[in-house]
Nanobody, 123 residues
Framework: QTRLVESGGGVVQAGDSLSLSCAPS????????MGWFRQSPGKERELVAG????????VYGDSVMGRFTISGEAGQHSVFLQMNSLKPEDTAVYYC????????????????WGQGTLVTVSS
C-alpha cells in the first residue's frame, strides 16, 4: 500500500532553520495537490503550506507567511518545506498530505496522510 513518508523533523533553537521532505512510498500514487499541516497539543490541525499542481497555486498559513517556503515535484508527488526563523510556537507534529481531487485547503478534505514528524523549537 502506498503511503506518504516524511523526514527531517527534529529539535532546534528559536531562529534556526529546518527542512522537511515528503514523498510517497510503496506503489502508484496520484495527487492534484499536496501540502503540510501541523498539529500541537490541544489545537486543531492547521494548514502550514499547500501547493496545487495544475496551476502552481501556493498558499501559506498566516503564522508562517514569509518564513516558510513550500516546493515540490508534481511528477514525483513529493513536497518539501523549508522553515526559517523558527519560533517556539512552531513546535508541532508536521504532517504531509495529499489529495487526488482538490476542493479545499481544510484538512478534512484531504485523503492521504503521512505519519507525521515532530518539530520542536526551544526558546
Amino acid at each position: 500500500q502506498t503511503r506518504l513518508v516524511e523526514s527531517g523533523g527534529g529539535v532546534v533553537q528559536a531562529g534556526d532553520s529546518l527542512s522537511l521532505s515528503c514523498a510517497p512510498s510503496g506503489g502508484t500514487f496520484r495527487s492534484s495537490a499536496m501540502g503540510w499541516f501541523r498539529q500541537s497539543p490541544g489545537k486543531e490541525r492547521e494548514l502550514v503550506a499547500g501547493i496545487r499542481w495544475h496551476d502552481g497555486l501556493i498558499v501559506y498559513g498566516d503564522s508562517v507567511m514569509g518564513r516558510f517556503t513550500i516546493s515540490g515535484e508534481a511528477g514525483q508527488h513529493s513536497v518539501f518545506l523549508q522553515m526559517n526563523s523558527l519560533k517556539p510556537e512552531d513546535t508541532a507534529v508536521y504532517y504531509c498530505a495529499a489529495t487526488v481531487f482538490w476542493s479545499s485547503w481544510s484538512p478534512g478534505h484531504w485523503g492521504s496522510w503521512g505519519q507525521g514528524t515532530l518539530v520542536t523549537v526551544s526558546s
